[in-house]
């Protein structure tokens, strides 16, 4: 029961933590996913290239974990295992040239050449259980002596994210839910009408912050109102 309770509420901290905006950016620079913008690499294209296309999060504040593939011949971004893992399931074998960020040049790597260590005590995004890639396991292995885990492939690592995969979906999507209705009461008093439709959070938030149809909206505040109009 303890262990349940702790998933929800770290899960809870990280849609919460969606996006910061720049000024918030130091703040929150003690997590330890997060990089500075300028040293993140963004592979992904379009007007919400800065943000998870699963779940809308900023993609430099969880960097360490950012992954990447083809999905039907389209670059994709992601913030997590988690959040690619969701693609994977859904579209199969579509999902190619998977890559996943090196801990220790922060560049992106194929996931087949890298080591990654499930468990650590460093917080894991989107999920319960962290995972962490290396291009080299000697790397890998210092961090799990230092931080604990267990040191394994992509396909170990995988696995993982796929088996918790429906338990942290439900979780996460039951807080989206309330974030939405939030998000709708903030739409209403704060923002100018649009009637355009969005494909995801991550399009609704690039929207809102070019437009400025809610202001300088940030922080908590545009990922709820991102996260009901990916969804209204």
């Given at each position: ?16 933590a969606?996006?910061?905006?720049e ?25 919400a ?7 809308g999060?900023?993609?430099?504040m ?5 992954h ?5 011949g389209?670059?994709k971004?992601?913030c997590?295992l988690h959040?690619?893992?969701?693609d994977i ?5 579509d ?12 560049k992106?790597?194929?996931?087949n050449?890298?080591?990654?260590v ?12 962290s ?5 080299k ?14 040191v394994?492939?992509?396909?170990g690592?995988n696995?993982?994210a796929l088996?918790?995969?429906?338990k ?10 309330k974030?939405?209705k939030?998000?709708?009461m ?22 809102v ?12 505040k ?6 009901y109009l990916?969804?209204?």
């Amino acid at each position: 029961m303890n262990k349940i309770i702790a998933t929800v509420l770290m899960l809870s901290a990280l849609v919460y933590a969606g996006d910061m905006g720049e000024g918030h950016a130091k703040k929150h620079m003690k997590m330890f996913q997060s990089v500075p913008m300028e040293k993140a690499s963004i592979v992904q294209d379009g007007k919400a290239k800065m943000y998870c296309t699963s779940c809308g999060m900023t993609l430099p504040m969880f960097y360490r974990t950012n992954h990447s593939a083809k999905v039907n011949g389209v670059t994709k971004q992601y913030c997590s295992l988690h959040c690619l893992s969701e693609d994977i399931v859904k579209y199969g074998s579509d999902v190619k040239d998977m890559k996943v960020v090196d801990n220790k040049t922060l560049k992106f790597i194929d996931v087949n050449d890298a080591t990654y260590v499930v468990g650590s005590s460093k917080k894991g995004t989107m999920t319960m259980k962290s995972k962490y890639a290396f291009a080299k396991k000697a790397d890998a292995q210092k961090f799990a002596d230092k931080f604990g885990g267990e040191v394994m492939n992509f396909d170990g690592a995988n696995k993982i994210a796929l088996k918790g995969l429906d338990k942290e979906i439900a979780m996460i999507s039951k807080k989206q839910a309330k974030m939405a209705k939030k998000g709708e009461m903030m739409y209403k008093k704060m923002c100018k009408k649009t009637d355009l439709k969005f494909a995801s959070t991550a399009e609704a938030k690039a929207f809102v912050k070019s437009s400025k149809i809610c202001g300088e909206m940030k922080g908590k505040k545009l990922q709820a109102v991102g996260i009901y109009l990916g969804r209204r």
